[in-house]
């Protein structure tokens, strides 16, 4: 991975956008954070700074997506609807939002807890070789380091479209060729923001 992505969990803008064209917007909500709550504020948020980005105003700009599917944003722009990738991560009272008008996007926040059964949680979804980099590691440091790998993962996936599922070989090679970056992610978390490996190129329909 390449040196961190910053982000204001203020309710800002990060230091994006990024070597990928990928910019980060985080909000960090009361200490009982409701996750309807947490949902709508993402989102206005990520309306203004689309807004902004555009031109449009954030009541003209609609997210797409549903279960199962990335969330995606359609802007109407001079040069015709540009296709904007989103990924949106939840976790406690925080949530983070990335957007990239050169494609897909993925982005993950990950708790550092000590689960007792990581080492079976790695293997099982993150393959064999993390479960064994994880099983090297002293016992200290594994949730750290669980959670960074973890959080790698689901960003990876989420710019694949690709949902949750046990290690395969064909879903691993697909993994390991995302561009990633961690995240300067809150205290007691881990995040990270993957790209696919394709060339960058903006989806015009």
């Known amino acids: 991975m390449s040196a961190a992505s910053g982000i204001g969990w203020g309710g800002g803008r990060g230091a994006a956008p990024d070597e990928h064209g990928a910019l980060l917007v985080g909000v960090a909500g009361p200490e009982r954070h409701e996750r309807a709550a947490a949902r709508l504020a993402i989102r206005a948020l990520l309306r203004e700074e689309l807004g902004a980005w555009s031109g449009l105003a954030p009541d003209r700009i609609a997210l797409h997506g549903g279960a199962g599917a990335p969330p995606y944003a359609l802007l109407q ?6 296709h904007v ?5 939840h976790e406690g009272r925080f949530s983070v939002a990335a957007w990239r008008p050169h ?10 807890v000590a689960l007792p059964d990581c080492l079976d949680l790695a293997r ?9 980099a ?11 380091a669980f ?6 993962h689901e960003a990876s ?24 970056r961690p995240l300067a992610a809150p205290p007691g978390h881990a995040g990270c923001l ?11 329909v």
Do not use: F, H, M, N
């Open 147 to 152: 959670a960074q790998a973890w959080s790698a």
């Open 85 to 89: 990738g989103l990924s949106i991560s």
């Open 77 to 82: 722009r001079a040069e015709g609807v540009l």
């Open 124 to 132: 099982d979804y993150l393959g064999p070789e993390a479960a064994a």
């Open 103 to 112: 494609g897909a996007v993925g982005v993950d926040l990950t708790p550092i």
């Open 194 to 204: 993957a790209v696919p490996p394709a060339p960058d190129q903006r989806i015009w």
């Open 157 to 180: 996936l989420k710019c694949l479209g690709i949902g949750l599922v046990e290690w395969d070989a064909e879903i691993a090679r697909r993994v390991a060729g995302c561009r990633r």
């Open 134 to 144: 994880l099983a090297a590691r002293p016992p200290a440091r594994r949730p750290a």
